[in-house]
C-alpha cells in the first residue's frame, strides 16, 4: 500500500548542530509540505513542494531549509538547532490538484538541548 | 492571506451527547473545507470534508455545515463515543492563492466521558 513515512521517530540533539529530517511518500504525489506542531498553535506551515527542484517558504521558515531532488522525498534540515525549535514535526503530500487533501505522515518528535 | 480560527480549544461531553467545534475563516475565496482528527502520538487523519458548492455533508455520526456568507463552518458529531476523544483541525484552502496550502486552525481536544 501507498505510504508517507518519517524518520527519526524521536530525536534528541544539542543546540548548535545540524539536524535532517527525513519524509518519503509513495504515492507519487507533487505536492509535499513540513508542519510543525506545538501547543496553542496548530500545525504550522514550515516549507512546501510543488514538484522537483521546487521548494517555497511557509510562514515559520526561519532556521530551516528544503529540497527536493526527487518525487518521493523532501528532507527537513535544520541549519544550527535551536532549543525554540523543540517541536513535533509532521510532513504531508498531496495530489497537486483540488480538492487538495493531505495525507500526514506519523510525526518526528525533536528535542533540542 | 487566508486566517482560520477555532473554538473551543477544549470540549468535554458525556457519551452519547453530541459535539460541535466552529472554524471561521477569513478568504472569501477559500472553496474547500477539510477537517482532520489526531489521536495521540499519531498525525492527523482526514475525516470529513466539504466544498463550498455543498452546504452539508454527512458521513454516519459526523456531518459538516458550511455558510460561506458568514465566512464559517462547523463539525458535528452526534452520539459521541469514548473513541472519538483525539484533537480536531479545521482548515481552509483554495483561497485567492489557489496553491494547495492548507491553512489550520488551533484545535479542539475533545474528551468524551464514559
Known amino acids: 500500500d501507498a505510504e508517507i513515512t518519517q524518520s527519526p521517530r524521536h530525536k534528541i540533539t544539542e543546540t548548535g548542530r545540524q539536524v535532517t529530517l527525513a519524509c518519503h511518500q509513495t504515492?507519487?504525489?507533487?505536492?509535499m509540505f513540513w508542519y510543525r506542531q506545538d501547543l496553542g498553535h496548530g500545525l504550522r506551515l514550515i516549507h512546501y513542494?510543488?514538484?522537483?527542484?521546487?521548494?517555497n517558504k511557509g510562514e515559520v521558515s526561519d532556521g530551516y531549509s528544503v529540497s527536493r531532488s526527487n518525487t518521493e522525498d523532501l528532507p527537513l534540515t535544520l541549519e544550527s538547532a535551536a532549543s525554540s525549535q523543540t517541536s513535533v514535526y509532521f510532513c504531508?503530500?498531496?495530489?497537486?490538484?483540488?480538492?487538495?487533501?493531505?495525507?500526514f505522515g506519523p510525526g518526528t518528535r525533536l528535542t533540542v538541548t | 492571506g487566508e486566517n482560520v480560527e477555532q473554538h473551543p480549544s477544549t470540549l468535554s461531553v458525556q457519551e452519547g451527547d453530541s459535539a460541535v467545534i466552529k472554524c471561521t475563516y477569513s478568504?472569501?475565496?477559500?472553496?474547500?473545507f477539510p477537517w482532520y482528527k489526531q489521536e495521540l502520538g499519531k498525525g492527523p487523519q482526514l475525516i470529513i470534508d466539504?466544498?463550498?458548492?455543498?452546504g452539508e455533508k454527512k458521513d454516519q455520526r459526523i456531518a459538516v455545515t458550511l455558510n460561506k456568507t458568514a465566512k464559517h463552518f462547523s463539525l458535528h458529531i452526534t452520539e459521541t463515543q469514548p473513541e472519538d476523544s483525539a484533537v480536531y483541525f479545521c482548515?481552509?484552502?483554495?483561497?485567492?492563492?489557489?496553491?494547495?496550502?492548507?491553512?489550520f486552525g488551533q484545535g479542539t481536544t475533545l474528551q468524551v466521558k464514559p
Open positions: 482548515a481552509a484552502s483554495g483561497g485567492s492563492s489557489n496553491t494547495g496550502k492548507l491553512i
Open positions: 478568504d472569501s475565496a477559500s472553496n474547500y
Open positions: 466539504i466544498r463550498s458548492n455543498v
Open positions: 513542494s510543488y514538484g522537483v527542484h521546487d521548494t
Open positions: 504531508a503530500s498531496s495530489p497537486g490538484q483540488q480538492p487538495y487533501e493531505q495525507y
Open positions: 504515492w507519487n504525489h507533487n505536492n
